[in-house]
């Protein structure tokens, strides 16, 4: 069901394994499926906004708000770990009966790629992971205080300026805007129970066995800010060590905002990769 909102981050909604999912879909042609991470108040529109309309050109582009995330809500009963999350994605593309697509993953979002292409390898085509998560390393001071965000707008304002290199990015409302997200109704509520600490946890919840990174036989394109302070560049090191078919880019001046920073450069380097 597709209707026009004022709001740029409401799509159209799908029910997807009983879950109301919010989703972007954009052009014609192979199938992208892109999944956000998990920044307080993130929704696939907020991640994905300055590459999804130009990727669309030559190809259909699908970004759905991941469960407890944007404005696809958390139903009754709902436990955040990863294997509901990839089930919730899997319901997602049924509901969309969408056999296969490609996958782009940030951060949170790369580690779901990985395990939904670990879980489900028919239905993946290739892989590009851009500051993923999905090995296991020792917890970041930054990805500590993303999760553990507590809401105001000065602790979204200092969550920012660990996300970009090039704090010139960040305008004097986007904090603001970013906070007002973070609160609305039930999305700190959902947020503040998807990570509790101790936080290592979550980071070794999210990781892929290596014998199962070793076996994958997609294509995959990895992609990194060398100063990423949210998740180490030792992590996509890794997956490259790990996934035959892998391939890596890093950027250098780039924080954990790769599609922002390097936004056209990781356009450009994305049909290149990507089937059409």
């Given at each position: 069901?597709?209707?026009t ?31 956000h ?5 993130v929704?696939a529109?907020a ?10 050109v ?12 944007g ?15 990839v ?19 940030n951060?949170f979002?790369g ?15 290739r ?8 090995t296991q ?5 930054g ?9 105001s707008?000065?602790?979204m ?11 010139s ?13 973070s ?12 990570f ?14 290596e ?14 800010g060398?100063?990423d302070?949210?998740?180490p560049?030792?992590s ?13 880019h890093?950027?250098?001046?780039c ?22």
């Amino acid at each position: 069901m597709t209707v026009t909102h004022a709001d740029p981050e409401i799509g159209s909604t799908v029910d997807a394994g009983g879950v109301a999912t919010n989703y972007h879909d954009l052009g014609v042609g192979a199938p992208v499926m892109f999944l956000h991470g998990s920044g307080p108040g993130v929704s696939a529109w907020a991640n994905w906004r300055g590459v999804l309309p130009q990727l669309a050109v030559d190809r259909r582009v699908i970004a759905p708000d991941i469960v407890g995330f944007g404005y696809s809500r958390k139903p009754d009963g709902f436990s955040f770990t990863q294997e509901a999350w990839v089930n919730h994605l899997v319901s997602f593309l049924d509901a969309l009966e969408l056999e296969r697509v490609s996958l782009v993953g940030n951060s949170f979002g790369g580690a779901l790629a990985l395990w939904l292409a670990v879980r489900h390898p028919d239905r993946i085509d290739r892989l590009v992971l851009m500051g993923s998560a999905g090995t296991q390393f020792r917890i970041t001071p930054g990805l500590e205080a993303v999760w553990g965000y507590e809401p105001s707008v000065e602790n979204m304002a200092e969550l920012l300026k660990i996300f970009a290199y090039d704090h010139s990015l960040l305008g004097a409302d986007l904090a603001q805007l970013r906070y007002q997200a973070s609160v609305r109704p039930g999305a700190h509520e959902s947020y503040s129970t998807m990570f509790p600490a101790p936080r290592q946890d979550a980071v070794d919840a999210l990781a892929v066995p290596e014998d199962a990174l070793r076996a994958l036989p997609h294509q995959t394109l990895i992609v990194h800010g060398r100063e990423d302070r949210v998740i180490p560049l030792w992590s996509s090191l890794r997956l490259h060590e790990l996934i035959p078919r892998s391939q890596l880019h890093v950027f250098g001046q780039c924080g954990h905002w790769t599609q922002i920073e390097r936004g056209n450069e990781f356009v450009d380097l994305l049909p290149r990769f990507l089937p059409l």
